[in-house]
């Protein structure tokens, strides 16, 4: 009789130690998740493995990629360049040159790596991507908004990277590089001027 408490004891601080180390095991498997959701913010290293091929550039942040076998339409995540293809509205200023510097990124047949952020498409049914051209890990987002090609677009959730991509632009802006020198505001049609 006297053992039956030590023993109900014994039994509560078993239940007690294995719900502890449940607890435990949940909240490393939450810690693991959370940290995979923000792998997209860390930048992948120089020459880095491809997982997908650019069969076409379409506008300066939209190309068709071909992504497991199938041609996939990719928006560039993170960033905004001008309308050159929309036929609803007429071609903006720097557009078709921030098309061309999108070409001279990555040509036809370019090896390149689609990073996903939180949603992987969008209303259009278009891939969301950063994307990393693979021979030399080009951050292809960045470096349209680094050089004056493109404007910001942060759209929640999708926001990995928008602190450098926001840094980039202002970088362009205060260098009047590119459409911050060419045009007098982004989204202006061609042939305004400074």
């Known amino acids: 009789m006297h053992q039956r408490p030590h023993r109900r004891r014994a039994i509560a ?9 449940l607890v435990a095991t949940v909240g490393v498997a939450v810690a693991m998740t959370h940290e995979r959701a923000a792998a997209p913010a ?3 290293p120089l020459a880095i493995e491809p997982n997908a091929t650019v069969t076409q550039v379409i506008d300066g942040d939209t190309i068709v990629a071909r992504v497991q076998g ?3 339409h990719v928006r560039l995540i993170g960033i905004d360049t001008p309308e050159t293809v929309a036929p609803e509205r007429p ?3 720097f557009g078709p040159e921030a098309s061309a510097e999108l070409h001279r990124l990555l040509p036809d047949g370019t090896p390149i ?4 952020d939180v949603e992987a498409r969008d209303a ?14 080009t951050f292809v987002n960045q470096a349209l908004a680094r050089s004056g090609f493109a404007d910001v677009l942060a759209i929640a959730p999708n926001t990995a990277h928008g602190e450098e991509l926001r840094a980039a632009v202002i970088d362009a802006k205060t260098a ?19």
């Open 70 to 72: 199938r041609d996939e």
């Open 176 to 194: 009047r590089r590119g459409l911050w020198g060419a045009c007098r505001a982004f989204g202006q049609p061609v042939g305004s001027s400074p």
């Open 42 to 44: 860390r930048d992948p």
């Open 124 to 137: 259009y049914g278009r891939l969301l991507a950063y994307v990393y051209r693979a021979t030399d890990g």
């Open 13 to 21: 601080l078993g239940f007690a130690f294995v719900a502890a180390a």
């Open 113 to 116: 790596r689609l990073v996903r």
């Open 91 to 93: 071609v903006m200023c």
